[in-house]
């Protein structure tokens, strides 16, 4: 669920074609805020897809994470018995949860002048753990079952763990990924107040310009990406479509700056450097990284130097940043980038930094500017970095 499509093969396909999902926010009237757009999912019925007796009891970040889910799901084809779901947990990340929900209830709150008249509902739809909560409930899914929030890490940390989970046999499939639903005054108000954001209102579609000299801040973004993690040798022996192998992943902290990334990239290069460690594979092994890239002046120059210093002269590396199309979902953001990563290798075609246009002597990599490109891939990262110093890097590879 994405601004750019609300199916997997209709995001695919317009990251490779390279289009923008930026517009202005119809959300509620941004009209007197410095940042006026955003990256909206669009056509989004919740009544029509979920039903509306279920989606009325669920904030957007769930209704978005629950639809992703089910696709997931169903592309998998997972068997229908009992004793397999017992072994089948469900871990999505969300940076803020349900803030959409908080936003209706308080507004309604103090206009009404009383508290009586907050929905029964309210807690459970803010719950961080809500979306984790439906999908486990709807499918009978009884393993590990649990949300992780670490900012826009959080999608990345919630596929490593749930990685985890299998590796260690607590389950033997987890539901995995992030969904993200913050298109809200207090939170755009928020970004807003610490100058994070693209004031490109006149320029939507070229906001978001990772690695570019001219960026200017991150373009807000909602979305949901959830993947189906399984043990090998039990999908195979099901004949189960495999896009890709989970190889491994690498996590680490700055212990720098609430906010701020480490500018020498020390927390990044140990989460890469952990990541090749735990996939056993050596920087030439990698074709590309899908980076964290979100257009802002600082975090894009640290990762690529750290990138640099960890990868050195590797001249068939490329490094893009799909937020360049889809914006920065914050929690979610690992998910559809996992989701982009995943059929990157799958597919052999790398997506494009859009609005490429002018080098930033400080960012020096190769970023695939502006067209998709065909090349083999076998190894492939996503770095996802979050709010905090969480830094977490996820690594798929082809299929055995």
Not at 349 to 358: A, G, K, S, V
Request: contains cysteine; proline residues 5%; aromatic residues 8%.
């Amino acid at each position: 669920m994405t601004p750019l499509g609300n199916t997997a093969p209709e995001f695919w396909r317009r990251l490779v074609a390279g289009e923008s999902g930026a517009g202005p926010i119809t959300v509620f009237d941004a009209s007197k805020f410095t940042t006026r757009i955003a990256a909206e999912v669009k056509d989004f019925d919740a009544d029509a897809l979920i039903g509306r007796k279920e989606a009325r009891r669920m904030d957007r970040f769930s209704q978005l994470a629950f639809v992703a889910s089910r696709e997931a799901i169903e592309d998998a084809k997972l068997p229908d018995d009992q004793a397999f779901k017992d072994r089948i947990g469900v871990l999505i990340g969300t940076g803020i949860g349900g803030i959409q929900t908080f936003w209706f209830e308080s507004e309604k709150a103090i206009q009404s002048g009383t508290w009586s008249k907050t929905s029964p509902f309210f807690i459970p739809m803010l719950m961080a753990n809500a979306a984790t909560a439906h999908v486990s409930m709807t499918y009978g899914f009884r393993g590990p079952a649990f949300s992780v929030a670490s900012a826009c890490a959080s999608a990345n940390d919630a596929l490593a763990t749930a990685y985890n989970r299998i590796a260690s046999g607590e389950a033997i499939a987890m539901i995995a990924g992030g969904s993200e639903a913050v298109i809200t005054p207090m939170a755009v108000g928020g970004f807003c107040s610490m100058k994070a954001m693209t004031t490109r209102n006149d320029d939507p579609a070229h906001a978001s310009r990772p690695f570019d000299s001219q960026r200017d801040g991150f373009l807000l973004a909602e979305g949901a990406g959830v993947l189906v993690f399984e043990e090998y040798e039990h999908a195979t022996a099901r004949g189960a479509k495999i896009y890709c192998e989970v190889l491994g992943f690498g996590q680490s902290a700055d212990a720098y700056n609430i906010v701020a990334p480490d500018p020498e990239g020390n927390g990044v290069m140990l989460a890469l450097r952990r990541a090749l460690a735990s996939a056993d594979v050596t920087p030439a092994d990698v074709s590309y990284i899908n980076a964290h890239g979100t257009s802002t002046p600082l975090g894009d120059t640290a990762e690529s130097q750290a990138i640099q210093k960890v990868f050195g002269e590797h001249p068939k590396l490329a490094v893009s940043s799909t937020k360049s199309m889809h914006g920065h979902a914050l929690g979610a953001a690992g998910g559809l980038e996992g989701v982009a990563t995943v059929m990157t290798v799958h597919d052999d075609i790398m997506p494009p930094t859009i609005n490429y246009e002018f080098p930033d002597p400080d960012c020096t990599l190769d970023y695939v500017p502006n067209v998709a490109r065909k090349a083999e891939v076998k190894v492939a990262f996503s770095n996802s970095f979050g709010f905090g110093g969480h830094n977490s890097v996820i690594v798929f590879g082809k299929v055995r």
